[in-house]
């Protein structure tokens, strides 16, 4: 399983810490105290990964050391921060997300009076439609 640390960048701010990587530019997050800017930050790089690979962008390599930005605030912590990028995308990718569709009401209504389940025949009727026994790689 793939393992990712990253150099991030805690700098104090009034209200908590600001989180940066200098390594994977646009990649920020806050916390209200050093412990939850950890976790946040931790989150933020995956999902941070996740869009990029998905964009089918170059992950860089980590750096083992960093030039902090000049303008950072003085008081800052440099700390690792580890993601797991094969977690977060069988996460995502797996997480259940509602859509919409559209029945005749008389089926509806049919389906509702035998206590039909949509979400678990939808899901099987559309792998069954595409031919889809098992999570295909991409997405595993």
């Not at 931790?42 to 980590?62: F, N, Q, T, V, W």
């Not at 800052?76 to 993601?83: D, K």
């Not at 990028?85 to 997480?95: A, G, I, K």
Request: net charge negative; hydrophobic share 40%.
């Amino acid at each position: 399983m793939r393992k990712l640390s990253y150099l991030a960048v805690f700098e104090p701010v009034e209200t908590g810490y600001s989180v940066y990587f200098p390594d994977i530019l646009g990649c920020v997050s806050f916390g209200k105290d050093f412990e939850e800017a950890q976790k946040q930050a931790a989150e933020a790089l995956g999902l941070h990964i996740y869009g990029m690979e998905k964009d089918g962008e170059e992950i860089p390599s980590p750096s083992k050391t960093i030039k902090v930005d000049p303008e950072t605030v003085s008081g800052y912590l440099v700390s690792p921060i580890t993601v797991f990028p094969d977690l977060v995308r069988n996460e995502l990718d797996n997480r259940a997300v509602k859509t919409n569709l559209t029945l005749p009401a008389w089926l509806k209504e049919l389906a509702e009076a035998k206590g039909v389940n949509y979400s678990k025949i939808l899901q099987t009727a559309l792998m069954d439609y595409l031919g889809v026994n098992e999570i295909p790689k991409n997405y595993k």
